[in-house]
């Protein structure tokens, strides 16, 4: 494994490997910036195919939560976790702490929370040996607990700007919209549609979770390969990332794409892809930064749940300015999205160089 050399390695500033052979404890922790403030970022338990896969996976979450927590105006530098299921894994409470000594050993440089795989409750069994973890359950007046409603609610104000500025549609009564992957953030996200009167189509790995958004939502439900070309309004992807490649593009039969799912696009050059084709795309880390806000709440206090909803529902017009920047200059949002997160997170490096100076 050569983390130095990973295409994804963007000068992080430490990669620390866990391993823990009595409980199969095996882990990656990724911060790319300290910069903002304490590199946050969920932790995510997968199969990977190999260490180096899971290498890559981190090193790209944790450049990516950078720039969600610098757009999201957060004290918060960028990190992540990964858990690898591999076949000594045992999914034991003794697993799950180990991994919270791992991370307390990092002094609070870096604080985890959900991400695929994780709940509540294993924040809390993590939570038995660190301080430095958020996703808790919520105490009574104060932010807290499981982070997808409120990423769901942020893509949704998302959807609502998006299709504001692309179709020039006040309302999402009639609306369609595909979503990939109906799990903690896709389910909330449907219900929201749901509400104002968009009309769904769904798909999902999990059955069950594919007839749940059917009986609850009477959304559609579209076959694992057919769900992005579906002909809708707005295509969400909710599940895993790089879907966004330059096979799947030319296929989309859609105006907006605006989903939760983390590093939708496969590489920079498909951002100009959608843009090329005509459509409208939502940066991911921009339009998925609701959950990371209700973490940041919880962890540094003083905030209630109405307040986090004001500061998600700020996602809407952060968004619109994106998207209008990106027409005035002709480039693809992303490119917009990504100088703008390099640009806070410079000023604040170029800040700490002139306080140690
Ligand atoms: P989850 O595991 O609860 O849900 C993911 C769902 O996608 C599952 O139901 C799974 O069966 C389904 N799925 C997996 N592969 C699929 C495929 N090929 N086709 C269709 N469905 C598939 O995870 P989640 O917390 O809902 O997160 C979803 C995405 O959003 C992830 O990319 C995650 O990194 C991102 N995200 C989550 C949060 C959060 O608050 N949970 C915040 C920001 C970003």
Same mark, same amino acid.
């Given at each position: 494994?050569?983390?130095?050399s990973?295409?994804?390695?963007?000068? =992080?500033e430490?990669v620390?490997?866990?391993?823990?052979?009595?409980?199969?404890?095996?882990?990656?922790?990724?911060? =790319?910036?300290t910069?903002l403030?304490?590199?946050?970022?969920?932790?995510?338990?997968?199969?990977?195919?190999?260490?180096?896969?899971?290498? =890559?996976?981190?090193?790209?979450?944790?450049q990516g939560m950078s720039?969600k927590?610098?757009m999201a105006?957060?004290?918060?530098?960028?990190?992540k976790a990964? @858990?690898m299921?591999?076949?000594?894994?045992s999914?034991?409470d003794?697993?799950y702490?180990?991994?919270?000594?791992f991370v307390?050993q990092?002094n609070?440089?870096?604080?985890?929370?959900?991400?695929?795989?994780?709940?509540?409750?294993?924040?809390?069994?993590?939570?038995r040996? %660190?301080r430095f973890?958020?996703?808790l359950?919520?105490?009574?007046g104060?932010?807290?607990?499981?982070?997808?409603?409120? %990423?769901a609610f942020?893509?949704?104000?998302?959807?609502?700007?998006a /299709?504001r500025?692309?179709?020039?549609?006040?309302?999402?009564?009639?609306?369609? /919209?595909a979503?990939q992957?109906?799990?903690n953030?896709g389910?909330?996200?449907c219900q929201?549609l749901?509400q104002?009167?968009a009309?769904? $189509?769904v798909?999902d790995?999990d059955?069950?979770?594919?007839k749940?958004?059917?009986?609850?939502f009477?959304a559609?439900?579209?076959?694992l390969?057919? @769900?992005? %070309?579906?002909?809708?309004?707005?295509?969400?992807?909710?599940?895993?990332g790089?879907i966004? $490649?330059?096979?799947s593009?030319p296929?989309?039969? $859609?105006s907006?794409?605006?989903?939760?799912?983390?590093?939708?696009?496969?590489?920079?050059?498909?951002?100009?892809?959608?843009?090329?084709?005509g459509?409208?795309?939502a940066?991911?880390?921009?339009?998925?930064?609701?959950?990371?806000?209700? /973490?940041?709440?919880?962890y540094?206090?003083g905030?209630?749940?109405a307040e986090?909803?004001?500061?998600?529902a700020?996602?809407?017009p952060?968004?619109t300015g994106?998207?209008?920047e990106?027409?005035?200059?002709g480039e693809? $949002?992303n490119? @917009?999205?990504?100088r703008?997160a390099r640009?806070?997170?410079?000023?604040?490096?170029?800040k700490?160089?002139?306080k140690?100076?």
């Amino acid at each position: 494994m050569a983390a130095f050399s990973d295409p994804a390695f963007d000068d =992080h500033e430490r990669v620390t490997f866990c391993r823990d052979a009595a409980t199969g404890l095996k882990a990656i922790i990724a911060i =790319h910036s300290t910069a903002l403030g304490p590199a946050a970022g969920g932790c995510r338990l997968w199969n990977y195919a190999s260490d180096d896969a899971a290498l =890559h996976d981190v090193l790209r979450l944790s450049q990516g939560m950078s720039y969600k927590n610098a757009m999201a105006g957060l004290k918060f530098g960028g990190g992540k976790a990964v @858990i690898m299921k591999t076949p000594d894994f045992s999914g034991s409470d003794a697993l799950y702490e180990k991994f919270g000594d791992f991370v307390q050993q990092l002094n609070g440089s870096y604080v985890t929370a959900e991400d695929v795989g994780m709940s509540v409750r294993i924040m809390e069994t993590i939570a038995r040996r %660190t301080r430095f973890v958020s996703g808790l359950p919520p105490k009574a007046g104060h932010a807290g607990g499981d982070p997808s409603p409120k %990423t769901a609610f942020g893509i949704f104000k998302g959807i609502e700007a998006a /299709v504001r500025f692309k179709l020039g549609r006040e309302s999402l009564k009639g609306l369609t /919209v595909a979503v990939q992957g109906v799990g903690n953030v896709g389910y909330y996200l449907c219900q929201y549609l749901s509400q104002a009167g968009a009309k769904l $189509t769904v798909a999902d790995i999990d059955p069950a979770r594919v007839k749940k958004a059917g009986d609850e939502f009477g959304a559609k439900a579209a076959g694992l390969d057919d @769900i992005l %070309t579906q002909k809708v309004d707005v295509v969400a992807p909710c599940a895993l990332g790089a879907i966004l $490649t330059s096979e799947s593009i030319p296929k989309l039969r $859609t105006s907006i794409v605006a989903g939760g799912a983390n590093n939708q696009l496969a590489t920079s050059a498909d951002g100009k892809r959608l843009a090329d084709a005509g459509i409208l795309y939502a940066p991911d880390y921009v339009i998925n930064g609701g959950g990371i806000i209700n /973490v940041a709440c919880e962890y540094y206090g003083g905030v209630d749940d109405a307040e986090v909803m004001n500061q998600v529902a700020a996602i809407g017009p952060r968004l619109t300015g994106i998207f209008a920047e990106a027409k005035k200059s002709g480039e693809p $949002t992303n490119v @917009i999205a990504d100088r703008m997160a390099r640009d806070i997170i410079s000023r604040a490096t170029a800040k700490q160089a002139g306080k140690r100076s």
